[in-house]
């Protein structure tokens, strides 16, 4: 358990648990916006798609560390691309010193045949 949880750009307000819901909403946003889901179909894949991203936020509020697990390498790709044009973040904190938070992330969604 973090102390202060690193912050989305925009979500500086609240509770601890506040701004996790509000970053992870932002993330989803932003995901959700970014990623090129016409490419599942270009891939010839169908149906639910679902990649795991892990990555970091590091002691300066940066995105590093960036993997993808997906049922097709462009889809990890694609994943890995839009996680890296996240916006830094106000990196998390324990006992007032900067820290690196491991964040895991699900994108799931549905190929439109």
């Not at 590091?58 to 993997?67: A, E, H, L, Q």
């Amino acid at each position: 358990v973090i102390e202060n949880v690193p912050v989305f750009p925009g979500c500086e307000g609240g509770s601890n648990a506040t701004k996790k819901a509000c970053m992870s909403d932002k993330i989803s946003k932003f995901v959700n916006r970014k990623f090129n889901t016409e490419l599942a179909g270009e891939l010839g894949l169908s149906g639910r798609q679902r990649i795991n991203v892990i990555f970091k936020i590091d002691k300066t509020g940066n995105i590093t560390g960036i993997r993808a697990r997906a049922p097709h390498p462009g889809l990890e790709k694609e994943a890995k691309r839009v996680i890296g044009l996240l916006p830094k973040m106000k990196p998390g904190k324990q006992r007032g010193k900067a820290v690196t938070v491991p964040y895991s992330l699900p994108i799931i969604f549905q190929v439109q045949d």
